[in-house]
């Protein structure tokens, strides 16, 4: 293989880890070659109604706001809303793409059916249109995302209920469900935002959850929750946290005159360590449940035709379920390839780089309490800076040694293996690459470095890929009504 070749990284995906993924390999002087299962980039957030399995829907908007989703050296445009819906994600990341010349490097339609590890390569069965061939690459980058199946656990207190069950996958407006008796089983993002969307269609809308979530406004005093977080809070203790936490949220509720604890609207109460527990902002929720528009539930007991009847002993009859049970995020076949799964996701060092497969990594493979795409761009810049032999790995017994330190400590913690806390993780990945901001930047940087609201521009300060307007771009004055 000559020297050209050796440059060739294959990456599977062309969503927003795939886009973010290619980007970094260029600046390493790399050659991303991808693949797309798809006739279209971006993903989920290429959202198509007509689309069957799609994770999105029409009414979509993130949970966290653009300063914290922004990618390090291409923010958000300002006049944007501070939540913006999928269209507008959709629209900033197809200016990412086209901004930095992406799109040519994608090879749509091309479905990766098999991976095959030779001992020193990577084999890839690639069906395109029907057509069957083999490609090989000395490295490789998965980027096929977490929402990619959905998951239906097993659930047979529903085995004698005779009413129609779909997945949140499956939904894409409020259209079919008006005037119906519609029950949202579990209280993530996307069961808050569905049950929402339909109590404003006039449908009779029910939640029914086992676990907890920490569900909150939006917007604590007028500003967007997660812009009361600055780096700062990387040094507290999760007890100390939490009790922050808990005080500006019981604040937030007593200043609308609304309840700040779940049990109020017969869901599980939650606990305020953010380390351990889902964030889900949300404003139309919480006013939906505060205003008798949805109504609460614990776990689903058992069923019997349309009648379902709940662990607290009450009762009510649905015409539909809807599923929020999540995703599982499939791989694509693997021989010769033999990961640990923990958590659904591969066992990894710094949940990028399986020890015992040279050269093959993963981007977006975490669930992130915080924006997905900054996360994700420090993993694909650490991929690339190790893929061009800038930077080198830790020894294999060393990397060895960090992965079954972190299963330990989320063990006690009783933490998801695959959830990540965004700064103190892309901290310790900027330091690898050389990106460590360190506070020499003046006064006003290092304020808004340290008191918030979280920026990956920071990253961009120094190092390879640094960015002139980065300074700029932390300076940033926020206006809040």
Not at 187 to 211: P, Q, W, Y
């Amino acid at each position: 293989m000559n020297k050209d070749q050796n440059k060739n990284v294959a990456v599977i995906g062309a969503g927003a880890a795939g886009l973010i993924t290619v980007k970094a390999l260029l600046e390493e002087g790399l050659c991303p070659v991808v693949f797309e299962a798809d006739a279209e980039p971006l993903g989920i957030w290429n959202y198509k109604k007509e689309e069957d399995e799609q994770a999105a829907y029409q009414s979509l908007h993130t949970n966290v706001t653009k300063d914290i989703m922004a990618l390090s050296d291409f923010p958000f445009d300002p006049k944007l809303p501070h939540y913006p819906s999928w269209q507008e994600v959709k629209h900033y990341l197809d200016n990412y793409g086209r901004k930095f010349k992406l799109y040519q490097y994608i090879k749509y339609e091309s479905k990766i059916t098999k991976i095959i590890y030779s001992g020193h390569e990577y084999i890839l069965t690639i069906d395109h249109k029907g057509e069957i061939r083999e490609e090989r690459y000395k490295k490789l980058v998965i980027c096929t995302g977490m929402f990619n199946t959905k998951y239906i656990p097993e659930m047979p207190e529903l085995k004698d209920y005779t009413g129609k069950i779909i997945h949140a996958v499956n939904y894409k407006d409020s259209t079919p469900y008006k005037k119906r008796k519609v029950l949202v089983v579990g209280i993530g993002s996307s069961a808050v935002d569905i049950a929402s969307d339909l109590s404003e269609t006039g449908a009779d809308i029910s939640v029914s959850a086992r676990k907890s979530s920490i569900v909150i406004p939006q917007f604590f005093n007028f500003k967007p929750f997660d812009h009361h977080n600055g780096k700062i809070n990387k040094f507290y203790s999760n007890k100390k946290l939490a009790k922050k936490f808990k005080k500006m949220h019981q604040e937030e509720c007593k200043r609308r005159n609304i309840p700040s604890d779940l049990k109020e609207f017969n869901l599980p109460s939650f606990d305020y360590d953010i380390s351990l527990n889902k964030v889900v902002a949300t404003e139309r929720f919480v006013n939906g449940l505060s205003y008798g528009k949805i109504k609460g539930f614990p776990g689903i007991q058992s069923s019997s035709d349309k009648q379902i009847t709940f662990t607290n002993g009450s009762k009510g009859e649905f015409d539909t379920i809807i599923l929020a049970t999540g995703y599982d995020p499939v791989l694509p076949e693997m021989e010769n390839i033999n990961l640990e799964i923990i958590d659904k996701i591969p066992v990894s060092y710094l949940h990028i780089f399986p020890i015992d497969y040279p050269n093959l990594s993963f981007t977006g493979r975490i669930w992130v309490k915080g924006g997905a795409f900054p996360p994700m761009e420090m993993q694909a810049r650490l991929i690339s800076a190790v893929y061009s032999g800038r930077v080198k790995l830790p020894s294999y017994l060393n990397m060895k040694a960090s992965i079954e330190k972190e299963i330990s400590r989320k063990e006690k913690m009783k933490m998801d293996y695959s959830w990540v806390i965004p700064v103190p993780y892309m901290d310790k990945i900027a330091k690898m690459i050389g990106a460590y901001p360190g506070y020499l930047y003046g006064f006003s940087v290092l304020k808004a470095i340290l008191k918030g609201p979280f920026r990956s521009y920071q990253y961009r300060l120094k190092g390879e890929g640094k960015d002139p307007r980065a300074k700029q771009h932390l300076k940033q004055k926020f206006r809040y009504q």
